[in-house]
């Protein structure tokens, strides 16, 4: 093994740096950026986060620009492409990069899907105007594959250096500062890494599209570990999809994430294993590439209904835009891999990049569809409650609204303006200035450039109570839940009965049962059971069910009642009829609510008296 010379590793990192030299000043500027961000880690200020991230967006946007002008083959244009690539980034420096630190929601946001489009844009720079799918392919697989070995030896670096600061600090009684280890990883991937990273870009486009080695370990990974997970993963999708059909019931909300995870391994799996999709030796890779998109297509169909289930009563915000959205591009994707005879794999980065761009700007955008959804909300609650109507604004409201169910959604649409920092998208309701408001109430600053949490809290309280008159107790009522008592000024009347217990669902964590002695030598256990919506309170006794009272009808009583008031003693007492009798009074029960996306338990919480004779 011949170890590389020092001229060698000088004239291939010179050779790099030429190449690429404007991805590499963008990541050094990173790197210095993060440096000075942790001499100030006390007080960050927002010009040099801004310049941070606008770099890692140039870093990667760069990137692009370099292979895409290596491409195409035009001198003119490896002197352009960099000038717009840095016109680019200065214009999200100026105009989209957070101005609040952590603060704005959007901002970060929207850096995160720009971060999105311009890794997708590396990977097809080369290729988008060119139709060279196994060259695509290749490229890719090395791009990824040298990633990974990156980062591996970066960590590597990194331990190593920083084991060995560590040791002069102890043993040599170094004066280190501690921050030196954050700074010491800047520098390892924003020099290093980087600079590893692009000396193994690939340059030779015509080779890369005509190899056709396939390497083994990836084979096996998808071959032997990623494809089978995927197809478990769409047999439990079919049979619970079969089981909600049967029983004529909406998909639970969790359900969209594990149609996203099979989706997106899916077609991670047609991807790795394109070059194989026609080799006659891998029938298992042939069959999942022929059929994965058409399985998928009933599991699209119950993702937008789990969806359409969340916008209904949620509205639409920006993570249900994005599922919406995603979900149809993978719908979309589907059939052009069904019915196109090309089959393009560059079609699906491509097309993702070009809906991330469709979702930031424009009237269709991530932000104003939610912001019109939410607003829509609101309106129809004050309207159903003749407190506003079009064209009129909102002074000081004295109405109560219906239930308290509406008073907490509208305390949680205000909620989200708040938090979104666009309470002005709700001025068409109210008569008062919104933004002087803000600014008064929220706008100022403490020392740490935070704000307050009790001074949002305070602007929520307000603009709720201009709107409704209803007392809103986040700390008493659950948005979530039904809450139900038994009205105590009544007493309990025990008579007939030996002895009284008092019972508790859930007693302790992960436990659902209680004892209860009869005699000092006979225990009965009382077990809560809840099996698909059944509910249930059994008596045990030397391991046989000797009562088992159904909790159905009270449950579905409870949940049609119009208030969440103290309820009479007598409604809230229940009579078994077997071997025990016992008498049950219900003291308290908490019931997730018809509409709540929380997805557990239907009774939460179950307190009673057991009486037993």
């Known amino acids: ?174 004066d280190v500062d501690s921050e030196i280890y954050g700074k010491l990883w800047c520098i390892v991937m924003g020099v290093f890494n980087t600079w590893f990273f692009l000396a193994g870009v690939p340059a030779d486009y015509e080779e890369l599209n005509t190899e056709k080695s396939f390497p083994k370990s990836l084979k096996i990974f998808t071959q032997y570990i990623l494809i089978p997970l995927v197809t478990l993963y769409m047999v439990i ?82 993570s249900r835009y994005y599922i919406l959205i995603v979900g149809v591009w993978l719908g979309v994707i589907s059939l052009y891999f069904i019915f196109s005879s090309g089959k393009n794999i560059r079609t699906i980065p491509l097309s993702l990049a070009i809906i991330g761009l469709f979702t930031l700007f424009g009237p269709w955008s991530v932000f104003n569809v939610s912001d019109r959804s939410q607003l829509h909300r609101l309106e129809r609650i004050l309207e159903r409650n003749n407190i506003w109507m079009p064209g009129h604004k909102v002074v000081a409201s004295k109405v109560m609204l219906r239930n308290n169910m509406e008073a907490e959604q509208l305390k949680a649409i205000i909620d989200y303006f708040i938090d979104k920092k666009h309470i002005e998208v709700m001025q068409p309701i109210f008569a008062i200035n919104l933004d002087s408001l803000y600014k008064s109430t929220v706008g100022r600053k403490r020392e740490d450039d935070r704000y307050d949490w009790q001074e949002r809290n305070d602007l929520k309280n307000k603009l709720t109570a201009i709107l409704c008159a209803n007392e809103i107790n986040g700390m008493t009522r659950y948005r979530n839940d039904l809450n139900f008592n038994i009205d105590q000024r009544q007493g309990i009347a025990i008579g007939g009965y030996r002895r009284m217990f008092h019972f508790t669902y859930p007693n302790y964590p992960n436990e659902q049962k209680q004892w209860i002695f009869l005699t000092p030598a006979d225990s009965t256990e009382v077990k809560f059971s809840e099996v698909d919506s059944v509910f249930n309170l059994m008596f045990i006794h030397d391991g046989k069910t000797v009562e088992s009272i159904s909790l159905n009808g009270f449950v579905s009583f409870l949940k049609k009642k119009a208030t969440q008031d103290d309820v009479p003693i007598g409604e809230m007492t229940l009579t078994g009829t077997g071997a025990i009798s016992p008498g049950i009074i219900v003291t308290s029960i908490r019931i997730r609510h018809p509409e709540s996306y929380v997805e557990d338990r239907e009774v939460r919480k179950f307190q009673a008296w057991i009486m037993v004779k």
Request: overall charge positive; charged content about 10%; glycine content about 6%.
């Open 1 to 174: 093994m011949k170890f590389p010379s020092i001229k060698y590793l000088f004239t291939n990192a010179v050779s790099t740096f030429g190449r690429f030299y404007l991805p590499l000043t963008f990541s050094f500027l990173a790197a210095g950026m993060g440096i000075v961000l942790l001499n100030n880690s006390y007080h960050l200020h927002p010009p040099f986060v801004k310049l941070l991230l606008s770099c890692l967006l140039g870093l990667s946007a760069s990137l692009g620009g370099v292979l895409y002008a290596e491409r195409a083959g035009k001198p003119v244009m490896k002197w352009l492409m960099p000038v717009f690539i840095s016109a680019l980034v200065a214009g999200y420096y100026f105009w989209l990069a957070p101005a609040d630190n952590f603060n704005d929601y959007r901002a970060w946001l929207t850096f995160g899907v720009l971060s999105v489009i311009m890794h997708l844009w590396v990977a097809i720079s080369p290729y988008l105007s060119r139709y060279e799918q196994n060259g695509f392919w290749r490229f890719n697989e090395i791009l990824y594959a040298r990633m990974l070995q990156s980062l591996l030896f970066s960590a590597a670096l990194y331990i190593g250096l920083a084991l060995a600061i560590t040791a002069c600090k102890i043993l040599l009684r170094f």
């Open 237 to 318: 999708l079919y049979a619970y999809g079969i089981r909600i059909i049967l029983e004529n019931s909406l998909p639970k909300g969790w359900v969209s994430t594990l149609v996203f995870s099979y989706s997106i391994a899916g077609l991670l799996a047609i991807l790795l294993v394109h070059p194989l999709r026609d080799d006659k030796d891998s029938v298992w890779v042939r069959l999942f590439s022929k059929f994965f998109f058409r399985a998928s297509l009933p599991l699209l169909a119950l993702l937008y209904l789990a969806i359409w289930t969340r916008v209904h009563h949620y509205g639409i915000t920006e």
